[in-house]
């Protein structure tokens, strides 16, 4: 089946074509680096991930750029904080970023770039603007002049009744809902410190907006596939890329921008300025499991709200744990008879999961395929009604779709217990059915203070795992 995707710019889902055969160019809009990032951020990082890894699992070569936002009124503010240079500030928070982003196994894009080795693209692509002009000079920068680029508000649907032509923000900040024409350069003046770049344009520094223009026509080109970030950057962050880009090229600027919805506490969006944020690092330092939160932060459609709890955490331990445990337990059938019908079911799945995901990246839905297909294996496990060659069958296409999951699952290895241990649950076992329960309480503390194994009493009998 085909790929379809929501496109921002047409409302609509469209099949996805990319303008070079079948190699896809997408730009993501990367971190500000001044802090951590949050768990907010990294919802967006991680469908922006599953993007990319259903794009190469469907066979397309992916060069994904990401810009690092490494100077901005954030990030100079932060560095005189902490007294600081600059670079050596945001490199803080670079490195905390990737720790992280590996830490959830999200994969590298194929630039990861800081904006501040960027500059002269920059300034190219400002007396671009200038010559043209659609941009112009005032006492405190260069400005984009949004009443000559007749498109402006095409992505974000604005009208032109909405626009203050005319009117300028200087402020990198972007919660503003206005329209007004925005600042590519900002000369220099004394709350920049040491921050400024000498290149022949006035002393100062890029806006925000013009390093995403710079950056994503130098690696992509100057029209490209896809470009992605969370709904709050579609409108003035890209609704002013579009408008710096297809000024200066005269050319369409992108086919498919992709936006996702943002994740909540108690209703309000996870955000810096609410101070109602998690970073991955406390959750880490609280002993959660990265694949975990990777997970949660998965399993919601990108175009739905997650509202983020510790309980929806939970569940998303205990998801990964059930896999985890299915795949142990497929490691322990024993040799049998074939059942063909394990092949079926594998393929079927398959077929789901892709159609699940061709549409529109509908991961929960995909994911609830998966959770049937192990069900209906159990079932067959259960009655002995599979084989180990069989149950290598199921191990090896988990394996597969994982390289879309990004869950480890390889990494799940046959748990092993001692000779010891064995004895204990064995001599445990038979304390409770004769009714001794006192001494298989104290053999199950035992296991646990001991070994950091627990059990489970199911029908089928008692059940261990590692803790
Ligand atoms: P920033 O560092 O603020 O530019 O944000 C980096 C990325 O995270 C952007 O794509 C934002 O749209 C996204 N983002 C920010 N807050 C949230 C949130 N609460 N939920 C999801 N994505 C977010
Ligand atoms: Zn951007």
Redesign the pocket.
């Known amino acids: 089946m085909t790929f379809k995707i929501f496109n921002t710019m047409s409302r609509k889902k469209e099949i996805f074509q990319p303008l070079k055969d079948r190699e896809v160019r997408m730009y ?7 802090d951590y ?9 991680i469908w ?1 991930d599953l993007l990319r890894r259903w794009l190469k699992f469907k066979g397309f070569k992916v060069k994904q750029v990401m810009n690092l ?1 490494d100077v901005d009124d954030k990030t100079i503010k932060g560095s005189q904080n902490e007294g600081v240079p600059l670079q050596k500030f945001t490199q803080k928070y670079t490195d905390l970023f990737l720790e992280d982003a590996k830490a959830l196994n999200i994969e590298n894009p194929e630039v990861l770039v800081p904006a501040t080795k960027h500059i002269k693209e920059m300034v190219a692509l400002v007396k671009k603007l200038l010559q043209k002009k659609f941009a112009y000079e005032t006492e405190d920068g260069i400005y984009f002049d949004i009443s000559k680029f007749k498109d402006y508000g095409k992505l974000s649907k604005l009208k032109l009744s909405e626009l203050k032509p005319g009117a300028r923000i200087r402020s990198d900040l972007y919660e503003k809902e206005q329209a007004q024409d925005f600042a590519l350069w900002k000369f220099w003046d004394e709350n920049d410190g040491e921050v400024f770049w000498d290149v022949g344009i006035g002393r100062g520094r890029p806006g925000w907006h013009l390093e995403c223009s710079a950056m994503s026509m130098k690696y992509l080109g100057e029209s490209f596939d896809i470009h ?6 579609m409108f003035p ?1 890209h609704e002013n890329e579009i408008a710096q880009s297809e000024a200066a090229t005269g050319k369409p600027f992108v086919t498919y921008w992709i ?7 108690e209703g309000r ?4 300025s609410l101070g109602n ?1 998690i970073t991955v690092h406390e959750l880490l330092e609280k002993d959660y499991d990265p694949i975990a939160i990777r997970y949660l932060l998965l399993s919601t459609h990108y175009k739905q709200q ?1 509202n983020f709890t510790y309980l929806a955490l939970q569940s998303a331990k205990n998801a990964v744990e059930k896999i985890h445990d299915f795949i142990q337990r497929l490691g322990d059938v024993k040799s049998g008879k074939h059942n063909r019908d394990v092949e079926m079911l594998i393929k079927h799945s398959l077929m789901k999961f892709e159609d699940k995901l061709d549409d529109d990246l509908k991961i929960n839905e995909a994911l609830a395929e998966i959770f049937e297909l192990m069900n209906e294996i159990n079932r067959l496990i259960d009655k002995r009604e599979i084989n180990r060659s069989d149950a290598k069958n199921v191990r090896e296409f988990l394996l597969t779709i994982d390289k879309v999951l990004g869950l480890n699952l390889s990494k799940v290895k046959k748990e092993k217990i001692s000779p010891v241990v064995k004895k204990l649950i064995a001599q445990r076992e038979k304390a409770r059915k004769s009714g001794d329960f006192e001494t298989a309480d104290k053999i199950r503390e035992q296991l646990l203070e001991k070994y950091r194994i627990v059990l489970e009493d199911t029908p089928k009998g008692v059940k261990w795992k590692h803790v």
Not at 28 to 34: E, I, S
Not at 228 to 233: C, E, F, N, P
Not at 259 to 265: A, F, N
Not at 269 to 272: D, F, V
């Open positions: 993501t809009c990367g971190p500000t680096v001044y990032a949050h768990i907010g951020n990294f919802r967006t990082y922006q936002t992605t970030g969370g709904i709050d950057l962050h936006h996702g919805e943002h994740l909540l506490v969006k996870m955000s810096k944020f997650l």
